[in-house]
């Protein structure tokens, strides 16, 4: 500030503090809470979140891998064996997703093409993408 700018409020710097007759004054958590960092796009930060998040994307399988595994689910099916499976699992959220492991014993393959296995977990037929005995 120059000497010009304080020679314009001159008057004014000896006055006293305004203190209101309508509104009390603030508690110290209400002048806290003023000074509180402002965050105006909710969501932003989950946005950002999900967007850095790693998906992985599908692998198909040739007609012999399919063919392998539904000998080995044939017979484990027969047999009660328990399997290991590996399949993948589509993200709710976005492109891609993930493969899963999964160890059980296969009971039947229901109607909607699901593979149930002892402890009533399902997975889908076409989601399996390896299988093998355990």
């Known amino acids: 500030m120059s000497d010009t700018d304080v020679d314009k409020y001159k008057d004014m710097l000896d ?4 203190v209101s007759t309508r509104h009390a004054p603030l508690s110290m958590e209400q002048r806290a809470a003023q ?7 909710t ?3 989950d946005v950002i979140r999900e967007a850095g998040r790693l998906t992985e994307s599908d692998v198909s399988l040739t007609e012999d891998e399919k063919d392998s595994l539904d000998f080995t689910l044939d017979t484990a ?3 009660g064996a328990c399997v290991h499976v590996r399949f993948f699992e589509p993200d709710s959220k976005k492109e891609g997703g993930a493969m899963r492991d999964f160890e059980g ?6 109607d909607a093409g699901n593979i149930v296995f002892q402890d009533r977990t399902k997975i889908p037929v076409s989601a399996v993408r390896a299988m093998e005995e355990v």
């Open 15 to 18: 006055m006293p503090h305004h």
């Open 35 to 41: 000074f509180l960092p402002f965050q105006p796009l």
């Open 43 to 45: 969501g932003y930060e």
């Open 77 to 79: 099916l027969e047999n």
């Open 105 to 110: 014993v296969p009971v039947r393959v229901d």
